[in-house]
């Protein structure tokens, strides 16, 4: 991205947390409120540093010792990880097999490159506004299924940095989830099944379960924009046989015939679905819409409650942009090439303190204020605010759920 040379990072890191890292709510999340005795000292996080050593199982006393390692150490990547059994900074000193993850939250990784056999404009790292509307279907369809399906609340979406999206799922009972539970609740969201030698990779037979319907409904607004149009799928014969292949093979040959006498993907599209009303009951327009377009998650990711995943407010070494919360208000507005990049808020930062009229800062006003109100003067503010709403949520159902509790109680 332009305005950001990844040999900057070690410059412009020490200003970031220092003076833009959102400590407060950062550490009002992953506290839970103090629902257990030490859960935040039991939570290991992990540092990449510079020249890629990495530091596993690293444990702190608060989030005020978390942010003074962050500050001192400057980590090209945060990871976050599991609440263990036992402090993770003592992992070496416990008796073997005693230390245990024990909760997590349940997280979904979705990465662009899993769609490269279906995307035409860009392979690899690579993304455009084209294919990135494959990342705003799947947010749709993962956290339609979390809420409707799974009866789940609290779903933090978080862009990566660069070519994909993460989903923290942070209900108290849903941190609990065995690794069973989190790989069957995978395998009930996976659609999409074979390697690249499988040609036809979603099969559907009836009847069509309701969450396949009901992702359907979410995929067809996008289908004709994204794939006709902006992948153009059907717009040259190398192309459209790919697709051809999907379909009943009494058709094919007629299809493969007729194609070449329509203009574009759209035209082309619409003599396929007339051929698929006479080929009742199959379900081949369906299965072509979801193998281009429905979500591909990675297991293990999400089935090992042991597994670390990229912390929100992480600066991507490569890009330089912030792995910035996702507004589901605003799905289809949220855009990766205007996300912040370090070297664009740290300019912000000074431009703001010239602003103020050669005012001397007060040192003797408390430092969270003073941070607070630096990261507000840049355009990650609004992304803070996404979190820190998603925060308080949770904070008001967690003190609903207390009350609840006590008036069951007769605590009065």
């Not at 990784?109 to 509307?133: F, G, L, P, Q």
């Not at 429905?294 to 090992?304: M, Q, T």
Request: proline share 6%.
């Amino acid at each position: 991205m332009a305005g950001f040379e990844p040999g900057s990072l070690p410059d412009l890191l020490p200003l970031y947390y220092r003076r833009l890292f959102p400590y407060g709510p950062y550490g009002r999340w992953l506290s839970y409120g103090g629902v257990v005795k030490n859960y935040f000292q039991r939570r290991e996080f992990s540092f990449t540093l510079r020249d890629d050593i990495y530091v596993r199982y690293q444990s702190f006393n608060s989030p005020q010792e978390l942010e003074r390692e962050m500050q001192k150490m400057n980590p090209y990547k945060i990871d976050v990880g599991a609440v263990y059994s036992h402090r993770p900074s003592q992992h070496n000193t416990v008796h073997m097999g005693a230390f245990q993850a024990q909760e997590k939250e349940l997280v979904f990784d979705i990465d662009m490159t899993d769609y490269d056999d279906v995307r035409r404009c860009c392979s690899s790292a690579e993304i455009c506004s084209k294919c990135w509307t494959l990342m705003t279907i799947a947010i749709r369809v993962i956290d339609r299924a979390l809420v409707e399906d799974f009866g789940v609340k609290h779903r933090l979406w978080v862009y990566s940095g660069r070519r994909g999206v993460h989903c923290w799922v942070c209900d108290d009972s849903v941190r609990k989830w065995s690794s069973a539970m989190r790989a069957a609740t995978v395998e009930y969201l996976t659609l999409v099944k074979g390697g690249s030698e499988t040609v036809k990779k979603v099969n559907l037979t009836d009847p069509i379960h309701p969450f396949i319907s009901n992702s359907l409904s979410l995929v067809e607004p996008y289908f004709e924009e994204y794939a006709l149009v902006g992948q153009d799928i059907l717009g040259s014969s190398e192309s459209w046989e790919k697709v051809v292949a999907l379909v009943p093979e009494s058709v094919r040959e007629s299809l493969l015939r007729e194609f070449p006498k329509k203009h574009d993907s759209v035209q082309r599209w619409e003599l396929l679905k007339k051929k698929m009303e006479k080929c009742k009951p199959s379900h081949a327009e369906s299965e072509i819409m979801l193998q281009y377009c429905f979500p591909r998650l990675d297991i293990n990711v999400s089935k090992g409650v042991s597994h670390l995943l990229k912390s929100p407010f992480s600066v991507h070494p490569k890009t330089g942009r912030v792995s910035v919360p996702i507004d589901l208000r605003k799905l289809d507005q949220f855009d990766p090439f205007t996300v912040p990049t370090i070297s664009c808020l740290c300019s912000e930062l000074d431009t703001a303190h010239e602003e103020e009229d050669g005012e001397k800062e007060n040192e003797a006003e408390p430092e969270p204020k003073r941070r607070s109100r630096d990261y507000k003067k840049t355009s990650l503010a609004p992304y803070v605010r996404v979190f820190e709403q998603f925060v308080e949520e949770m904070d008001k159902s967690r003190k609903g759920e207390l009350l609840k509790k006590s008036d069951l109680q007769g605590d009065f």
